[in-house]
């Protein structure tokens, strides 16, 4: 072999070898560039609810079962009006109401005046009491408004023979605001003959038809693809009234298994957010698939718990 066939042959291996450099350095670059393929909402705003008796939309409890504890200073008098007035809300709707102690009731209730500027921070909003009574504690869970605690007092005397300051503010601690109808109890110049009118009655039936269970939801999904890459990010948060635990995300690719996170607890209210970047695929992914479970498995519904995207057709 001649000298310089040698040195053509060496140069042909050079430039493969640098062209192949070259495929590899641009393969590694390009994961930068990643190219949004698509983006999955969540149908988890709900209906919305117009003219609302309420001071926001669907206000509720937890539970149906409510606890409440009088302040000692409350007399004979006084308990006797609330428990009148619990007694005809158990009978005309799905609540139910039991004594317990101070920190674990959900309704306080005070025989003294409570302070002008007593508030309720939750997420970051104030809430005020109105009047005597209201919920203090809430949490926005976008379908509706969770009633963390309710506190009303009964500070004045009541006039009428049957109870209705105290029903008038235990009503404001389930979240009702005032109406404008004169025969209801919530009017805001009382009446001896006002009464709980059936709007009021349907609401509170209506509002607590879901059991208080966890409610888990794929809010948002974003996916991107680079080479030979692909990313995603995912939403997910607890829109019950029950704390979800130990809540685990399962991603598919073409129906095999690609990953498998741990999302701890998610309590209600509370979003988490899984972000996962350059995981490395060995082909097109053409569809993907996200499954969101919590340890108890029991939910209000199960229809945000599965996403289901197609990438490439």
Request: charged share 25%.
């Given at each position: 072999?001649?000298?310089?066939d040698l040195?053509f042959?060496?140069?042909?291996?050079?430039?493969?070898?640098?062209?192949?450099?070259?495929?590899f350095?641009n393969?590694?670059l390009?994961?930068?560039?990643?190219?949004?393929k698509?983006?999955?909402f969540?149908?988890?705003?709900?209906?919305?609810v117009?003219?609302?008796?309420q001071?926001?939309?669907n206000?509720?409890?937890?539970?149906p079962?409510?606890k409440?504890?009088?302040?000692?200073s409350c007399n004979l008098?006084k308990?006797?009006?609330v428990?009148?007035?619990?007694?005809?809300?158990?009978?005309?709707?799905?609540?139910e109401f039991?004594?317990?102690?101070?920190?674990?009731?959900?309704?306080?209730?005070?025989?003294?005046?409570?302070?002008?500027e007593?508030?309720?921070?939750?997420?970051?909003e104030?809430y005020?009491i109105?009047?005597?009574?209201?919920p203090?504690?809430?949490?926005?869970?976008?379908?509706?408004?969770?009633?963390l605690?309710g506190k009303?007092?009964?500070f004045?005397?009541d006039k009428?023979?049957t109870?209705?300051?105290?029903?008038h503010?235990?009503l404001?601690a389930l979240?009702f605001d005032?109406?404008?109808?004169p025969?209801s109890?919530?009017?805001?110049?009382?009446?001896?003959d006002?009464t709980?009118?059936?709007?009021?009655i349907?609401t509170?039936?209506?509002?607590?038809?879901d059991?208080?269970l966890?409610?888990l939801?794929?809010?948002?999904i974003s996916?991107s693809?680079g080479?030979y890459r692909l990313?995603y990010?995912?939403?997910v948060?607890n829109y019950?009234?029950?704390d979800?635990?130990n809540v685990?995300l399962?991603?598919?690719a073409?129906n095999?298994?690609?990953?498998e996170y741990?999302?701890g607890?998610i309590?209600?209210?509370?979003?988490?957010i899984?972000?996962?970047?350059?995981?490395?695929i060995?082909?097109s992914?053409k569809n993907l698939?996200f499954?969101?479970?919590?340890?108890k498995?029991k939910e209000?519904?199960l229809?945000n718990?599965?996403?289901e995207?197609?990438i490439?057709?």
């Amino acid at each position: 072999m001649e000298k310089g066939d040698l040195i053509f042959i060496v140069l042909i291996i050079l430039l493969l070898f640098l062209s192949s450099s070259l495929i590899f350095v641009n393969l590694i670059l390009s994961d930068d560039s990643k190219e949004e393929k698509a983006t999955f909402f969540g149908n988890i705003s709900g209906s919305p609810v117009l003219n609302s008796i309420q001071f926001y939309p669907n206000m509720r409890f937890a539970n149906p079962e409510l606890k409440y504890w009088f302040e000692p200073s409350c007399n004979l008098k006084k308990i006797e009006e609330v428990t009148e007035s619990l007694s005809l809300l158990s009978e005309e709707t799905v609540l139910e109401f039991m004594p317990s102690n101070e920190n674990s009731s959900d309704i306080l209730i005070f025989c003294s005046e409570m302070p002008d500027e007593e508030v309720a921070i939750s997420q970051g909003e104030k809430y005020f009491i109105a009047g005597e009574g209201g919920p203090t504690e809430l949490i926005n869970l976008t379908r509706s408004y969770l009633i963390l605690k309710g506190k009303i007092s009964l500070f004045r005397d009541d006039k009428c023979k049957t109870p209705h300051l105290a029903l008038h503010e235990l009503l404001h601690a389930l979240g009702f605001d005032h109406n404008n109808n004169p025969e209801s109890i919530m009017y805001p110049v009382t009446d001896c003959d006002q009464t709980l009118d059936s709007s009021i009655i349907d609401t509170i039936n209506e509002i607590y038809k879901d059991p208080p269970l966890q409610d888990l939801a794929m809010e948002k999904i974003s996916i991107s693809e680079g080479a030979y890459r692909l990313y995603y990010s995912v939403s997910v948060a607890n829109y019950g009234y029950l704390d979800s635990q130990n809540v685990s995300l399962t991603v598919f690719a073409d129906n095999e298994k690609i990953g498998e996170y741990n999302l701890g607890e998610i309590k209600v209210g509370v979003r988490k957010i899984i972000d996962v970047k350059n995981l490395k695929i060995f082909q097109s992914v053409k569809n993907l698939k996200f499954i969101v479970l919590s340890e108890k498995g029991k939910e209000i519904t199960l229809e945000n718990n599965f996403a289901e995207i197609t990438i490439h057709s």
